[in-house]
């Protein structure tokens, strides 16, 4: 099964090994890891979020060794994020406020920008951005695509979505 | 040996393609008890009447010296009302405005019971019910395989090879210039600009564009799909249309680094008509390259058929026209 997992890390070399090393002891599949170095926690940690491919029997002992070698087990849950599209938007994709095109999706809940690229050729000149959607659920991802929708149309974007979606 | 006297209506590229299959085709027509023979040839200055069959390759050579076949000052209309034959072979240009010609040559021709085959889409996407009535109110035979992918068949055989399959939805591209533009810009890394003039030097665009880089010419075969094959009765109208102008390098090459293309793609169900760039994944049986036209047939019982072929060409265009020919006549 996918599950996510959110560690803490202590801010010293070698703390990443000592994380990883149990994983590959139970052949846990490492999907994602996120490691985020700027957000320190109150106790001076590094969170980091994992998702992970493992047997649903091995997820205790993960944990159990994760502790052991002394890295902080905050949260483990099945990974919520089921669904994921890759999107091109072509327009003036910078200037009319990328952020908030972000925020739209992101404040959702349900679903999430979790990858963009972008390409800003010259100034006068559209620019193209590919971002991906993570979502919970298909119809998620469905309610999701239609507020980049709306949100294409007021900005003047050309959207353009993966041939096996309802558009 | 049966004798079918026609007429081609039309002898600009597609016409003369028509001429010129028919020629390298008697034999083949001959042997399964076919003898065509075209009584009139009309392009936009007159026509070139016999009533015992002209020569086509003087008219061929004719047409490609001068300019026109034309000997007697008639038109379209006027040949079908006046001289005597079964099957108008109708080829004149695409109007979507009005029909143009064409729509005329139809409706003189079911009036005067004849047969028509076209590769005309115009008076399709205007007229698709009073046509039908029309021709069968006649008696008449009406095929039009040549108006949507040119040689690549989807009509006959969405209706007649797959018939008994209830169909869900057709998708493809079934532009060539689109696609062509779209294939080169990612190959050349070049802006969409420079391709379209590249394709306008090469022939493969028209010196104005709009009808396929808008879309509309997807749009207006997907109607004929929807009316011919879905039982819909659809016009121009009833599609929601994007076209390809907007896309730019960048974004077909970010695309392409995540394992997809970006495809003018037509999609025709009975809930919805629909044209728009999509992405396809790169191993996906539409991402077909260069010039090439797709159509992926979505069947209850045989799932999913996908047919490609060249989707533009007077030879090419001709193949449907033939198939068209032997299909009405070849069994009787």
């Known amino acids: 099964m996918r599950v996510s997992m959110d560690i803490e890390l202590k801010d010293v070399p070698g703390q990443m090994l000592l994380a990883l090393q149990p994983l590959s002891e139970f052949k846990a599949n490492l999907i994602t890891v996120l490691h985020h170095h700027q957000k320190r926690t109150p106790r001076k940690t590094v969170p980091v979020q994992l998702v992970l491919e493992i047997k649903p029997e091995n997820i205790g002992a993960i944990k159990a060794k994760l502790e052991e070698n002394g890295i902080k087990v905050v949260r483990v849950g099945e990974h919520r994020f089921r669904e994921s599209i890759n999107v091109v938007l072509i327009g003036h994709v910078v200037h009319t406020g990328i952020q908030d095109t972000i925020d739209e999706i992101d404040k959702t809940g349900f679903a999430e920008v979790v990858d963009i690229s972008l390409s800003m050729p010259g100034i006068n000149l559209l620019s193209s951005a590919l971002i991906r959607i993570d979502a919970v659920g298909k119809e998620d991802l469905q309610k999701a695509l239609d507020i980049l929708k709306k949100v294409s149309v007021k900005k003047d974007l050309l959207m353009v979505l993966p041939i096996d979606i309802h558009a | ?332």
């Open chain 2, 1 to 332: 040996m049966k004798t079918v006297r026609c007429s081609i209506l039309g002898f600009g590229a597609i016409g003369q393609g028509v001429a010129e299959v028919l020629l390298m085709k008697k034999e083949y027509l001959e042997s399964i008890g076919l003898e065509v023979l075209v009584v009139a040839v009309v392009d936009s200055k007159g026509a070139t009447v016999n009533p015992e069959g002209v020569d086509l390759a003087d008219c061929l050579a004719r047409k490609r010296t001068g300019g026109t076949v034309a000997i007697d000052k008639l038109t379209g209309v006027e040949v079908i009302r006046s001289v005597d034959h079964e099957l108008v072979i109708e080829t004149t240009p695409t109007n979507i405005v009005t029909g143009g010609a064409g729509l005329q040559n139809m409706i003189a021709a079911f009036e005067t019971g004849k047969d028509v085959i076209t590769s005309n889409k115009g008076p399709l996407t205007l007229k698709y019910r009073e046509l039908m009535e029309a021709a069968k109110a006649a008696g008449s035979n009406f095929r039009f395989e040549a108006t949507v992918g040119g040689s690549m068949p989807i009509i006959n055989l969405a209706n007649e090879v797959l018939a008994g399959n209830k169909l869900r939805s057709i998708k493809g591209i079934l532009n060539g210039t689109c696609n062509y533009i779209l294939t080169r810009m990612l190959e050349e890394r070049a802006s969409y600009k420079d391709i379209l003039a590249e394709s306008m030097e090469l022939g493969i665009a028209e010196t104005d564009p709009t009808y396929d880089v808008e879309g509309i010419d997807t749009a207006c075969k997907l109607v004929i799909l929807a009316n011919s094959i879905f039982g819909l009765d659809a016009t121009y109208r009833d599609v929601e249309v994007t076209g390809i102008t907007k896309i730019t390098p960048e974004a077909l090459e970010m695309a392409y680094e995540r394992g997809h293309v970006i495809k003018l793609i037509g999609e025709v169900s009975r809930e919805r008509i629909h044209v728009a760039p999509r992405l396809v994944p790169i191993n996906h049986p539409l991402a077909v390259k260069g010039t090439l036209n797709v159509a992926s047939i979505d069947t209850e019982l045989a799932g999913e058929i996908t047919v490609t072929g060249k989707g533009a060409g007077p030879i090419e265009t001709a193949s449907a026209v033939l198939s068209d020919l032997v299909a009405i006549y070849g069994n009787r």
